[in-house]
């Protein structure tokens, strides 16, 4: 099992961040969840707030939305759709 994830983080209009990391934390409409390599699939609705991303290579990247989106993870592959988002780091 690799200790990676796919991520990508889109927009209606745009690709807002994508690539690969080892791990990925988002609010839900239930709460802050993390995401690792190996998570069980899962489908969530995103809250307004900031998706914290761990790249591959050990940087963050953080991209904020306001008005939350949907997360889905099957296979080690993280989408997020978002209605829109801006990186913030």
Avoid at 45 to 71: H, M, Q, W
């Amino acid at each position: 099992m690799t200790n990676l994830i796919q991520v990508n983080v889109v927009a209606a209009d745009r690709e807002i961040w994508s690539g690969e990391a080892s791990m990925v934390v988002a609010k839900t409409a239930e709460g802050e969840i993390g995401l690792l390599a190996g998570h069980e699939p899962m489908l969530a609705i995103l809250a307004p707030g900031p998706i914290r991303v761990t790249a591959a290579d050990g940087s963050k990247v953080v991209a904020e939305t306001e008005d939350g989106g949907f997360l889905s993870m099957e296979h080690d592959n993280v989408t997020l759709v978002v209605r829109d988002a801006h990186l913030v780091s």
